[in-house]
DNA sequence: AGTTATTTCAAACAGTCGTTTAAAAGTCAA
DNA sequence: TTGACTTTTAAACGACTGTTTGAAATAACT
């Protein structure tokens, strides 16, 4: 494999331009057909380099699909935790709502595009219920992170007799919504006749800051301030 | 295609046989890896009968699959509707916790076995992400008509003010957790290191009742009553 | 029984799959 | 320019894909 010149990873274009133009038409190819339905022929094609390339810059069609994630997938993710990451940790003892607030804009606007956006949430829902090896990647270094840190802030602020499993329910729903409303996309459309366009997305926000506060706060004594 | 004697659907068991089987089986496998990792050589030697088959009495792959979502997914889906309907049509002016709780339990309990209901949602989840022509039958025949009837039940209770976009928001956000509790297990039990038994299922349905009618309530004036 | 229609089957079809090969092209230092 | 290397390429590999074929088996009716 490639030895080249030296460690560098910007420096030589020459040399990557094949290899990131094969994963950035892996990952969309992969995000919109799912990894069966993609040949390497189709990746391969879209790339416009030969086939073999494939397996000379990544071993085999697994290994493609594993380091799309490795190399695109948790980065991006992690830009979208520290989003959520910074904000939050700027507040001197944020609010349930407060953390709310940021998690659903980063996670839901957040710092990406529309097209960026769905690839991502496309992949992840993907794997969430065909798990491969990539599974296990953004389990251990993005699902697991985010929700200790959720638990960590919210626990503070939550009734302290209550830290309990309960607290773990509504972290886990409050998850759920925000994927849901990201992976549901093309039912949401059909069942309600509705796009799901820029001011959608922003009344939607708005819903689930106070759904989930509200839900939440049903358990404890933290009642929104708003 | 089948001439045979009559229109009778459930008199002659042996012609049926392979068909059903067939569709057992198609179900099963579609369900646990996907339409296109699955070929047709695994569908009928698991059903263990010709491969022929499956064009003789589908014609084809995608309408054999197209099949099991016709014959099997929406009349059991009606099911877990109907224990829904049933249940909440006996009651005269029902609360939110009584539609929800009512709603929960039909389609997080549901009159169908784990292994079934294991099935179902794994091949809804995959339509929902992938959508196919089987997608449309599904929207049309059960989704909507779902939809529609929690709007109709919760547009009576809430403030009748508000009977806006809000309500829509409130009734996807409830879909959207039960979905998700249903469609994220591993992920659930891989985060939280917890196994979604029947102890944490019972659990389970108490939290996504309390959570969503609380989410709910934020928004009218229907405060619940336990 | 004989006749007809229905269902099953083994075998082969043409096409696509992921992967490998070995040679050609390109790159860069000495 | 030479020589050692990295990268790209066309062509082919065997295995597997969904589908078709035509004959054999089974069932149903006269």
Redesign the pocket.
């Known amino acids: 494999?490639?030895?080249?010149?030296s460690d560098a990873q910007n420096s030589?274009t020459?040399?990557k331009?094949?290899?990131e133009r094969l994963l950035e038409k892996a990952e969309m190819l992969f995000a919109q057909k799912g990894f069966h339905a993609?040949?390497?022929?189709?990746i391969t094609s879209a790339a416009r380099?030969?086939?073999?390339?494939?397996?000379?810059?990544f071993?085999?069609?697994?290994n493609l699909y594993l380091e799309v994630f490795r190399s695109r997938w948790i980065p991006r993710e992690r830009l979208m935790y520290e989003a959520f990451e910074t904000k939050v940790d700027s507040m001197t003892d944020p609010t349930p709502e407060q953390i709310i607030q940021a998690l659903a804009k980063a996670y839901l606007e957040g710092p990406l595009t529309d097209e960026e956006f769905g690839r991502h949430r496309q992949l992840i829902v993907r794997e969430l219920n065909n798990p491969t090896e990539a599974f296990e990647l953004v389990a251990d270094q993005t699902l697991r992170p985010l929700f200790k840190k959720l638990y960590g802030l919210l626990e503070n602020v939550a009734g302290d007799n209550l830290n309990d499993a309960n607290l773990s329910f509504d972290i886990m729903s409050i998850f759920g919504i925000i994927l849901y409303f990201n992976y549901s996309r093309p039912m949401i459309s059909r069942v309600t006749g509705k796009p799901y366009d820029a001011d959608f997305k922003a009344r939607l926000i708005e819903h689930v800051v106070r759904f989930s506060l509200y839900g939440m706060s049903s358990r404890s004594m933290c009642a929104p301030a708003s």
Chains 1, 2 share one sequence.
């Open positions: 494999m490639s030895k080249k010149t030589d020459t040399v331009q094949t290899r993609i040949g390497v022929r189709d380099c030969n086939m073999a390339s494939v397996n000379y810059h071993s085999n069609k697994m």
